[in-house]
């Protein structure tokens, strides 16, 4: 298993799952196949980057449907 050397820090750790669940969905609608072990150091910034964008650009859109109805 890699090592995981990541400093962010996760303000709700109980989200940690869905995160994971999360990036492996958005992963397979990019074509994009993620190692079994977890290391994603032979992926490409591209990749990499397209993943990341993706996972902010869903996580903004669920945060304002979420504010839409709480203040309606």
Not at 21 to 50: C, F, H, R, W
Request: no cysteine.
């Amino acid at each position: 298993m890699a090592q995981n050397n990541n400093s962010n820090n996760l303000v709700v750790p109980k989200a940690t799952a869905a995160l994971n669940q999360l990036k492996y969905e958005v992963a397979q609608e990019l074509g994009i196949s993620i190692p079994q072990d977890g290391y994603q150091g032979n992926m490409t910034s591209y990749e990499n980057g397209s993943l990341g964008g993706l996972i902010t650009k869903r996580l903004v859109t669920l945060a304002e449907q979420q504010l839409a109805g709480q203040f309606q």
